[in-house]
């Protein structure tokens, strides 16, 4: 990064990037890779190196396990519920006050604009903190009225525990990498386990600052340790590790299967949070200027590089070719630039290898003979910037109908009626989430009942909130995260049986 560059961030930042090699966060101490590996994260709007990280693998990660280990059984254990509960608002307060410089260094790691880090990615990371650290005080088992029939009469306490699994190895991808930082800790720690988070290669900075700031909450060392490096080393070895008790993966369905299959050595648990080729549906009733907003945010918020992009937009046929336009000329007003600048409206896709990726998605459209109405090429700069591209006229076979593409492209389709746009939407081997635009309201709920996936928008897309469960059904994935039910995730339950007789 430049110079320049550098004098326009926070100050905080601006100490935090000066560093000459980033180190991994392991027991508490920041420390070199064994292996003494480094590698470079660019600023993918320049493609110039950010900082310098050093490299885990699973040397590495088995210096984590042994840590965690230790933290369990010891300091760890010790806080009441209520200190846990301090230590997660504190580091809550402690984000919020950095807010700025966090939303900064996500903008310049990702790629993705300030305005959205600013004021979606920050305010929801503290929110998670939040929402989690209320809970160590409320997490309780049950008694339990049990019957013994070979022992008539008799009287027995049966009772259950809620203990936290242990070590939990959390493999996090680029396109939100606190928010997937925080989405995993805060529950996890809220529940008393100790964790080894993998940030993605792509964005490994914002889970190493955080876990600095974890420990000046309070969280003792070697409860939280964070080892950036490559998924088929550092990553491969989480999943494969007989001293990690619970794996919770995001990222692609592909490396989610090698994930699960790795986990099998111990039986360790297993959340996967994976893709989608999510369908946004509008009727002809709808509110059309809300849709309009709505397809248009569902694609190309965070450069379309969200597991819940709504890339297959069907719209119903009296309507289509309206929508489709306003959609086309929508997307060639977006300002494309500086992620640090507040009036862009998106920023570079995260690397130079996902731009090629979805470039070649593009392509793979135009030859399959969809309408390309807008965008359709990499935009010119040096960074990776990739312009917002709406095709009209999509078929369902078609491959950028069918495979997740993860950047700002979106699959357009005309429908005739409920039955055949049910079927197409769940035509489909993902499941994360989907949308609904109609004012009918019984329509409305008939397709939340129909539709198969994870989440059902109606008359809105891409609202989530610490509260509200996550996760999908079919290949996008099991278990959910946020809300009550990421509990689960993070604790075993025990039974106790206590003769009374
Ligand atoms: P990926 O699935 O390879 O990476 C996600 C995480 O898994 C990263 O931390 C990576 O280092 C790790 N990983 C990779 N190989 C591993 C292995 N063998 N064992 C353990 N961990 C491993 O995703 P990638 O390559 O960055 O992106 C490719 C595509 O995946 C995207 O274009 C998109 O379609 C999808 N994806 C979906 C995400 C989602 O939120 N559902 C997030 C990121 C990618
Ligand atoms: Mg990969």
């Known amino acids: 990064m430049t110079t320049a560059a550098l004098s326009d961030v926070h100050p905080l930042l601006r100490d935090f990037l000066s560093r000459r090699v980033h180190q991994l966060l392991i027991d508490g101490q920041s420390v070199g890779a064994q292996s003494g590996k480094t590698f470079a994260t660019p600023n993918p709007a320049t493609g110039e190196t950010l900082a310098v990280v050093a490299e885990a693998d699973a040397a590495d990660v088995d210096r984590a396990v042994a840590a965690a280990r230790r933290a369990l059984e010891g300091p760890w254990s010790k806080l009441s519920p209520a200190e846990r509960e301090r230590v997660l608002h504190k580091a809550a307060d402690l984000l919020e006050a950095?807010?700025?410089?966090f939303a900064q260094l996500e903008s310049l790691d990702n790629g993705k604009p300030i305005r959205e880090s600013k004021n979606a990615d920050l305010p929801?990371?503290?929110?998670?903190?939040?929402?989690?650290?209320?809970?160590?005080?409320?997490?309780?088992?049950?008694?339990?009225?049990?019957?013994v029939p070979y022992y008539p009469?008799?009287?027995?306490?049966?009772?259950?525990?809620?203990?936290?699994?242990?070590?939990?190895?959390?493999?996090?991808?680029?396109?939100?990498?606190?928010?997937?930082?925080?989405?995993?800790l805060a529950p996890a720690l809220a529940c008393g386990n100790a964790v080894i988070l993998k940030p993605a290669e792509q964005t490994p900075l914002s889970a190493l600052w955080l876990g600095e700031l974890l420990l000046e909450a309070g969280v003792p060392a070697g409860v939280v340790n964070v080892v950036p490096g490559y998924g088929p080393t550092a990553g491969?070895?989480?999943?494969?590790?007989?001293?990690?008790?619970?794996?919770?993966?995001?990222?692609?369905?592909?490396?989610g299967r090698e994930v699960l299959k790795a986990s099998a050595g111990n039986m360790k648990r297993v959340t996967m949070e994976l893709g989608g080729k999510s369908p946004n549906i509008v009727f002809a009733d709808a509110d059309l200027d809300a849709a309009a907003k709505g397809i248009f945010t569902g694609i190309f918020y965070n450069q379309g590089q969200c597991c819940?992009?709504?890339?297959r937009v069907f719209i119903e046929r009296p309507v289509y070719e309206k929508m489709l336009g306003a959609l086309a000329d929508r997307s060639k007003t977006v300002k494309l630039g500086n992620p640090l600048d507040p009036k862009t409206h998106m920023g570079p896709v995260v690397s130079d290898?996902?731009?090629?990726?979805?470039?070649?998605?593009?392509?793979?459209?135009?030859?399959?003979?969809?309408?390309l109405l807008s965008g359709g090429a990499a935009a010119p700069g040096p960074g990776y910037f990739v312009s917002p591209t709406v095709f009209g006229a999509v078929k369902d076979e078609m491959t950028i109908a069918r495979e997740e593409i993860f950047g700002p492209v979106v699959a357009v389709m005309p429908f005739d009626s409920v039955d055949e746009v049910v079927a197409r939407a769940n035509g489909t081997d993902y499941g994360l989430v989907s949308a609904v635009w109609t004012k009918d309201v019984k329509r409305a709920h008939q397709m939340a009942?129909?539709?198969?996936?994870?989440?059902?928008?109606?008359?809105?897309?891409?609202?989530?909130?610490?509260?509200?469960?996550?996760?999908g059904v079919k290949q996008s994935g099991?278990?959910?995260?946020?809300?009550?039910?990421?509990?689960e995730n993070y604790t075993a339950l025990k039974s106790v049986w206590v003769d009374l007789n």
């Open 98 to 101: 950095r807010a700025e410089a």
């Open 124 to 147: 929801l990371a503290v929110g998670l903190l939040r929402y989690f650290a209320g809970w160590p005080t409320k997490i309780h088992g049950e008694t339990t009225p049990v019957s």
């Open 153 to 184: 009469g008799a009287k027995f306490l049966h009772y259950t525990v809620r203990e936290p699994v242990g070590v939990v190895g959390a493999i996090i991808p680029w396109n939100f990498p606190l928010l997937m930082a925080i989405e995993r």
């Open 236 to 255: 491969a070895a989480i999943a494969r590790h007989m001293g990690i008790d619970k794996v919770t993966f995001t990222g692609s369905t592909e490396v």
């Open 308 to 311: 819940s992009a709504g890339s």
């Open 353 to 371: 290898e996902q731009r090629k990726r979805v470039l070649s998605y593009i392509e793979s459209g135009r030859k399959d003979g969809a309408q």
């Open 449 to 471: 009942q129909k539709i198969k996936a994870g989440t059902v928008w109606i008359n809105c897309y891409h609202f989530v909130d610490a509260a509200a469960p996550w996760g």
């Open 478 to 487: 099991y278990g959910r995260e946020k809300g009550a039910y990421a509990l």
